[in-house]
């Protein structure tokens, strides 16, 4: 039986690579991938540093769909863990487990954006391309246990191999790019009327970390960490979390 199971495994495989350059490689891979590791839930996206990601393969659940992956790509990309990676260009297999911040489910961002896909348990191959990245997400809703130790071994082991298989496939068929530079945007936003630690804060806050875990990164106490919190939200005209999450990702949404 065993023997049978890794031949269609390994057809599989084979025809993933007959696929390279085409429509159907993104298919075939997750095929061959779900065919050892079921997921019920799977994206590519392209990052690049100055612009925004592009979906290049869409296989969520159901429950997820546009009214997800809208704001995502207009902004809330660049609160994410896993983006963060990418800008650090440190690439390679994370778990969900790897990535999250102290507090993060406590954030915005985990409120607002991930909470809602519905996930229980995600691994994401961050792979470098050109001069950005390609990134697979295969992911588990709570039809589905989360991946086991030994799952997660085999995907650490098969990522160089993914990799290049991916690289191979972007060479041939590189997406096309936006125009947008939302980094800067973020960067710039609150500028003129925020100190230079206040906008770290917001930062930090906006990325999910609580002030304990804020307070840890820069090296202060938690409560300095809540007096610019306080002093931030007032300059910007807000009083909680939830507002200053969508005050930003409203100025990035317009961001042309």
């Given at each position: 039986m065993n023997s049978?199971?890794?031949?269609?495994?390994?057809?599989?495989?084979?025809?993933?690579?007959?696929?390279?350059?085409?429509?159907?490689?993104?298919?075939?891979?997750?095929?061959?991938?779900?065919?050892?590791?079921?997921?019920?839930?799977?994206?590519?996206?392209y990052f690049a540093v100055?612009?925004?990601?592009?979906?290049?393969?869409?296989?969520?659940?159901?429950?997820?769909?546009?009214?997800?992956?809208?704001?995502y790509v207009n902004g809330a990309y660049l609160l994410s863990p896993l983006y963060q990676k990418f800008v650090q260009k440190k690439f390679g297999p994370y778990w969900h487990s790897d990535l999250a911040p102290e507090g993060f489910t406590y954030s915005e961002?985990?409120?607002?954006?991930y909470s809602l896909t519905n996930?229980?348990?995600?691994?994401?191959?961050?792979?470098?391309?050109?001069?950005?990245?390609?990134?697979?997400?295969?992911?588990?809703t709570h039809a589905y246990e989360q991946f086991s130790d030994d799952e997660k071994d085999r995907y650490k082991q098969l990522f160089p191999f993914i990799a290049s298989l991916c690289q191979q496939h972007h060479r041939q068929q590189q997406?096309?790019?936006?125009?947008?530079?939302?980094?800067?945007?973020?960067?710039?936003?609150?500028?003129?009327?925020?100190?230079?630690?206040?906008?770290?804060?917001?930062h930090l806050i906006l990325k999910g970390h609580s002030s304990k875990s804020t307070a840890k990164i820069l090296e202060i106490s938690p409560g300095t960490v809540r007096i610019h919190r306080n002093n931030l939200y007032g300059k910007l005209g807000i009083s909680s979390q939830s507002e200053l999450f969508n005050l930003v990702l409203s100025a990035l949404a317009e961001t042309d």
């Open positions: 049978l199971i890794n031949k269609d495994i390994n057809a599989l495989l084979c025809r993933t690579v007959e696929h390279l350059g085409t429509e159907s490689f993104y298919p075939t891979l997750f095929s061959w991938l779900n065919a050892d590791c079921p997921c019920d839930s799977q994206v590519v996206l100055d612009h925004r990601p592009q979906i290049v393969f869409d296989g969520t659940h159901p429950v997820e769909g546009d009214s997800l992956h809208r704001p961002y985990y409120r607002q954006y996930l229980n348990d995600e691994f994401n191959l961050l792979i470098p391309f050109d001069n950005g990245g390609i990134n697979i997400s295969c992911a588990r997406p096309s790019r936006f125009a947008e530079k939302l980094d800067s945007a973020l960067s710039a936003f609150g500028r003129d009327i925020l100190t230079e630690r206040e906008s770290e804060i917001m």
